[in-house]
């Protein structure tokens, strides 16, 4: 069976937003909040989140960096052709 994960993300159109954004999830909002204010992604009427996924599924920065991390945490700005992205796994099987 293939791994997968379940993840949520936040997807802005600047670094710099993106960079705003991790900090103050850093200081502790809550990342459903911050999606669903900030993101550009349809997702964020679900706090951003993306379900579960397999590879193959998302474009390959955005997979990389999701398949790399450890369950609950958050990513630093990843960028993809969409824009940025930071990225929370909710979990992985």
């Known amino acids: 069976m293939p791994t997968k994960v379940q993840a949520s993300h936040i997807l802005v159109p600047t670094e710099a937003k993106a960079m705003e954004l991790l900090f103050d999830l850093q200081r502790g ?25 397999s590879h193959g599924q998302m474009v390959k920065e955005f997979e990389d960096c999701a398949f790399s991390l450890e369950k609950g ?12 992205h930071i990225i929370k796994v909710v979990d992985s099987k």
């Open 73 to 84: 945490k958050i990513s630093k700005p990843v960028k993809t052709r969409f824009g940025w």
């Open 29 to 53: 909002k809550d990342f459903g909040e911050v999606a669903r204010q900030n993101s550009m992604c349809p997702s964020k009427k679900n706090g951003g989140d993306l379900g579960w996924f």
